[in-house]
C-alpha cells in the first residue's frame, strides 16, 4: 500500500516535533511545508531536506498530499482550515482550532462541506496517567463529581514573546496564558468534567509586554453540579508543572505535569505505571513535551480518516475549550457571570 503524503502549513519549532512523528510512522510521508516568508524557503528547504513552498495555492494543489497539518500562527488557522478543504485535504490542526468561536464554526462548516475530517490536537488525552484518571471516573469509581481544578502557573520569559511578535497579540493568539498555555490543561478538566454552566474570571497583564493576559483566572460551574477552579500564568517564576485536581464523593486524584502524584480514592487501588517513559511538562519550556503523544494523535487522525469515523477531537470537542476561555475573557471585561 503507497504512503499517504503529508504537508504542514507553517514552519515554527513544532513543526520539528511532527517530523520526528512522521519519520516513526511507516504510513505516511512529509511531501512539503509552507511558509508565508518567501525569504525564509530556501533556509527551510536545507534544514529540512524537503520541498518549501510560499504559494499556498501551489502547496495545497499538490495531488499527494493527502492530509494537512496546520501549525501556522492560531489566529490563521481558520483561514488555513477553510483553504484546506476547499482543496479536499483532510485536516489535523494544533491547538487551538481558532480564537474565536465565529472562526471555528466557519471551519467546521467548511470542512463538512467539502466532506474531508477535521481533527485538533490535545495530544495530552493520550497520557497513560490521564487515561486511568478519565477511565475511573468514566466507571463512576470517584462517585459524584465534587470539584475540577487546573493550574497552569508557567513562566515565559520576555525574549519568548520578543522571538515571536504575535504571541500573546488578541489577533493571532487570542490572548495569552489561558488561550495558548492553559488550553491544554482546560481541555482536561473539560473532558472529564463536562459541560460548562457559567464562568466568573479576571485576567491581567502585569509584567510581560503583551495585548493577552500573563496572569489570569475563573470559576466554574459545570452542568452536573461540580465546581472548579483555573489560574493561568507565563510570569510566574519559575514555572511549575501544570495541576489537575478532580474530587468526587468517594476520593480524589491529583496530577501534576501530567503524571498522578496523588491518588485516593476508596477501594481502587492507584494504578503502577512502572518507570516508563513521561513526555514531562511545558512549565518554563514549551519544547520539552516529548513527541510520542502527537505520533499518537496522528495516528488516530490517519485511523479516522480510513475508518470513516470522527478522530478523537474533532471540530465540535476542540470548540468547547475555546468557548470557556472566551467565556472567562467576557467575564473579566464585564466583571460579571458568564452562562455558556
Not at 44 to 49: K, S, V
Not at 90 to 97: F, Q, S, V
Request: aromatic share 8%.
Amino acid at each position: 500500500m503507497s504512503k499517504k503524503g503529508i504537508g504542514i502549513i507553517g514552519t515554527g519549532s513544532i513543526v520539528r516535533t511532527y517530523i520526528k512523528c512522521i519519520d516513526e510512522i511507516d504510513a505516511v510521508e512529509l511531501v512539503a511545508l509552507y511558509t508565508k516568508s518567501s525569504d525564509r524557503v530556501k533556509k527551510i528547504e536545507f534544514e529540512f531536506g524537503i520541498p518549501v513552498y510560499d504559494n499556498l495555492e501551489k502547496f495545497l494543489a499538490l495531488p499527494e498530499i493527502h492530509m494537512v497539518c496546520i501549525c501556522n500562527e492560531s489566529g490563521g488557522h481558520g483561514q488555513a482550515i477553510v483553504k484546506a478543504a476547499e482543496s479536499k485535504k483532510h485536516i489535523l490542526c494544533e491547538k487551538p482550532l481558532e480564537v474565536t468561536l465565529q472562526k471555528i464554526d466557519e471551519a467546521i462548516i467548511s470542512c463538512k462541506q467539502n466532506k474531508v475530517k477535521l481533527g485538533c490536537v490535545f495530544q495530552n488525552r493520550y497520557g497513560a496517567h490521564f487515561r486511568e484518571v478519565f477511565d475511573a471516573i468514566s466507571k463512576g469509581k470517584l462517585g459524584k463529581l465534587l470539584m475540577g481544578n487546573a493550574h497552569i502557573n508557567w513562566y515565559r520569559n520576555t525574549e519568548y514573546y520578543a522571538k515571536n511578535p504575535w504571541r500573546g497579540t488578541l489577533e493571532l493568539d487570542g490572548g495569552a496564558a489561558l488561550m495558548n498555555q492553559g488550553i491544554h490543561t482546560i481541555d482536561l478538566l473539560l473532558h472529564l468534567f463536562g459541560e460548562v454552566k457559567s464562568v466568573f474570571g479576571t485576567v491581567k497583564t502585569r509584567v510581560h509586554n503583551i495585548q493577552g493576559e500573563d496572569v489570569g483566572s475563573g470559576i466554574l460551574e459545570f452542568t452536573n453540579g461540580a465546581i472548579g477552579n483555573i489560574t493561568a500564568g507565563t510570569a510566574l517564576y519559575p514555572g511549575h508543572p501544570e495541576r489537575l485536581e478532580i474530587y468526587g464523593e468517594r476520593g480524589s486524584i491529583l496530577m501534576e505535569g501530567g503524571k498522578i502524584v496523588s491518588w485516593n480514592v476508596e477501594d481502587v487501588p492507584e494504578p503502577d505505571f512502572g518507570k516508563g517513559n513521561h513526555n514531562g511538562s511545558g512549565a518554563a519550556d514549551p519544547t520539552a513535551i516529548g513527541h510520542q503523544n502527537h505520533k499518537k494523535v496522528i495516528l488516530d487522525m490517519l485511523d479516522a480518516i480510513e475508518e470513516d469515523r470522527p478522530p478523537m477531537v474533532d471540530g465540535p470537542e476542540a470548540r468547547k475549550s475555546v468557548e470557556v476561555i472566551t467565556a472567562l475573557y467576557r467575564s473579566s471585561t464585564s466583571q460579571s457571570i458568564v452562562f455558556l
